[in-house]
């Protein structure tokens, strides 16, 4: 062929494919896009632009909702903070709302339902006012009669698309009893009958201060403010009983957060010189009212009403916000570890070391995939209660840790010519069927607890090692390889000795 006719030819194939492109494809969706707004009811409003909507609640509540410099608030029939959620869905619904049909030359309005005045929604946009009465569904189809306030035809909806507009009062009205960025709380006060604590942020973690200081449970807190964050109601009341009655005179609960943002008056005086005040937020929760709920006191006047059960949620003891953690590594990063029992006048070390293909101990084999199980569960091991903050020896020995039933620990790679770092060092003594096992970790005073469930993944005892942990013969099955090795083959940490004590 012609390679001046190929040509001509490719260009023609890239305009006809240009043109499918743009037209057919990119073209439909603005086309659709036309389509849909020539069917508007509302042509031209940005949901954005609707600054108030009054309507008759679900609850037969005559309400008045605002936006006020781009945040919702109920007016009318109480001043309270809007729920965006709910009122930007309305806005939404409003302004796109598309008629499926209409009526041009209707019956009687009534006919339609649409003659109750109380079933109309306005709407202001712009300074201007808008109106939509809401009538019956049609007897066939999925839709439903309205009308707009400034035209006689009746248009027919789809159903769904009102449902925003159907609501009772408390859904207009936001339900977070604390509204906050949790990255922004920088300390906390909390209180309970007969106890408290205060906590403060400090170089990304948290820390206490009352009633004692120390390092504080980064979790506990972390899931305290998420729940805290999300903590909704259930209901408002508005006209609040006394305080001796609603339990709020001796709060179950009370929480305090400062904030670091500045609040907006924070920010105007410190625009005018003066140095910006930490902002604070709050709430008590009192009795339980009814057998399901609790009231709540937040900022305002109106109390919340909150499922009982919800007080569950709160630790209400000093211990859960203390710092617990025994150890916390990478399991990926374990390369060797040692397991020191002593039961008596026995006293038996196993060694582990990590190879290309798997786990490998010596002098007894540990059964396939025990070895790796061990060392993911010491990677994360927290306690669940603080025995003492110190023992003396002869409270120790009582509790299995002096000497220990067994001492864990796990090393890291080591630098050339260098001591392998220690990743864990934790000791196990008894276990309490209702407290959990006695714990220590290397160079702390504390005597932990840990949950009882450990021991199906750790030997916390001789006894058990031997009965549930060693393997009858030399397995290789998972990717999990033992071999009997002399200790010799291991590298140890020297602060052990020669004999692992």
């Not at 006060?189 to 009352?210: K, N, S």
């Amino acid at each position: 062929m012609n390679p001046r006719t190929t040509g001509i030819l490719f260009a023609v194939a890239l305009v006809l494919g240009a043109f499918v492109w743009f037209y057919e494809i990119e073209g439909e969706e603005s086309r659709l896009e036309a389509e849909e707004a020539t069917k508007r009811l509302f042509v031209g409003i940005d949901p954005d632009a609707i600054e108030r909507i009054a309507l008759v609640t679900e609850d037969d509540r005559q309400a008045v909702v605002e936006r006020r410099d781009g945040v919702w608030r109920v007016a009318e029939p109480v001043d309270f903070p809007g729920d965006a959620t709910t009122l930007d869905g309305m806005a939404t619904a409003l302004a796109n709302l598309t008629s499926e049909g209409s009526i041009d030359d209707p019956q009687d309005f009534a006919v339609y339902g649409l003659d109750d005045d109380e079933r109309v929604v306005r709407f202001t946009a712009g300074g201007t006012e808008y109106g939509l009465r809401l009538g019956a569904k049609t007897p066939v189809g999925s839709n439903s009669y309205v009308a707009t306030l400034d035209s006689d035809r009746v248009e027919m909806v789809p159903s769904y698309r009102l449902n925003s507009l159907k609501r009772d009062l408390d859904a207009l009205r936001d339900s977070r009893v604390l509204a906050f960025d949790r990255s922004a709380v920088e300390a906390i006060r909390l209180a309970w009958p007969g106890g408290g604590v205060r906590l403060e942020r400090r170089d990304g973690g948290w820390r206490l201060l009352e009633p004692l200081e120390g390092p504080a449970d980064d979790a506990t807190v972390d899931t305290l403010l998420s729940d805290l964050s999300f903590l909704r109601a259930d209901g408002f009341v508005d006209e609040p009983p006394p305080d001796s009655e609603s339990g709020l005179d001796r709060p179950e609960f009370e929480a305090i957060l400062q904030l670091g943002r500045e609040s907006a008056e924070a920010g105007e005086a410190e625009q005018e010189g003066e140095p910006a005040q930490p902002v604070e937020i709050g709430f008590r929760l009192g009795s339980v009212q009814d057998g399901t709920h609790r009231l709540a006191r937040g900022a305002l006047e109106t109390l919340y009403r909150i499922r009982e059960e919800r007080l569950a949620d709160f630790p209400r003891n000093l211990v859960a916000y203390r710092f617990k953690e025994l150890a916390r590594f990478s399991a990926s990063e374990a390369e060797a570890f040692e397991l020191i029992f002593q039961e008596g006048a026995e006293t038996l070390t196993i060694r582990g070391e990590r190879g290309e293909s798997g786990w490998t101990t010596a002098p007894d084999a540990m059964a396939a995939g025990k070895a790796g199980r061990l060392v993911s569960e010491l990677s994360r091991l927290d306690g669940i209660d603080i025995a003492a903050d110190a023992m003396e020896e002869a409270e120790l020995a009582e509790l299995g840790l002096a000497p220990p039933r067994v001492r864990l620990a796990v090393y890291g790679e080591a630098e050339e010519g260098g001591a392998p770092p220690v990743l864990a060092d934790v000791s196990l003594g008894e276990a309490d069927p209702d407290l959990g096992i006695a714990a220590l970790r290397a160079g702390g005073a504390a005597v932990y607890r840990v949950e009882n469930d450990l021991a199906e993944n750790v030997p916390v005892s001789l006894e058990a090692f031997r009965n549930r942990f060693v393997s009858e013969e030399i397995a290789e099955e998972e990717g999990d390889l033992v071999e009997d090795l002399a200790p010799e083959d291991f590298t140890v940490d020297p602060a052990l000795g020669k004999d692992g004590s």
